[in-house]
Structure formats: structure tokens, C-alpha cells
């Protein structure tokens, strides 16, 4: 019986993975891959607390010339603020 009140407890994207029984549920991984240009990870979790959250996992790929890659990581970054104030 304990066990079938815990399945009714995941929310519907629950992946149902290892980390329901830690008090947090997590979807399963969303990745979109741009060729040449890199790779975002996003997934949808449900806190112990009940707060839920996107964690954001991701690589760029950097240009060779260091002062374009300084460039790309200051534009990264502005848009991931400007992307966490909306």
C-alpha cells in the first residue's frame, strides 16, 4: 500500500528516476543539440519543499581568436540574465 501511495505522488512528467525516493522528482532530460555550435540540457524539477525549477546544463563551443571568445562568453552571459529575469 506504501508503495502505491508514493506512484500517485509523482507529477506527470516524473521520470520516476533515483531521485524520488530523496524527496525530489526530475523529468527526464530535454537536449537540444546545435551542430558546430553546442548543447543545452534542461530539466523540470520538483523540490522536497515544493518549489519547482529548470536546471540548465549547456556547453558552447568557443571561437579560436581569445578575444572573440571573451566576446562570445560576455554575450552568453548577458543573455542567460536577461533570460533568468523574464
Given amino acids: 500500500m506504501r508503495l502505491l501511495a508514493r506512484r500517485e505522488?509523482?507529477?506527470?512528467?516524473?521520470?520516476?528516476?533515483?531521485?524520488?525516493?530523496?524527496?525530489?522528482?526530475?523529468?527526464?532530460?530535454?537536449?537540444v543539440d546545435v551542430p558546430g555550435a553546442g548543447r543545452i540540457v534542461v530539466v523540470r524539477v520538483l523540490g522536497r519543499d515544493g518549489s519547482e525549477h529548470a536546471e540548465v546544463r549547456g556547453t558552447v563551443r568557443l571561437p579560436s581568436p581569445e578575444v572573440v571568445a571573451r566576446k562570445r562568453l560576455l554575450k552568453l552571459l548577458h543573455d542567460v540574465v536577461t533570460a533568468l529575469g523574464r
Avoid at 509523482?10 to 525530489?24: D, F, I, K, M, N
Fill in 9 to 31: 505522488a509523482h507529477p506527470e512528467w516524473c521520470a520516476q528516476g533515483h531521485a524520488c525516493g530523496l524527496g525530489e522528482h526530475r523529468s527526464d532530460p530535454h537536449v
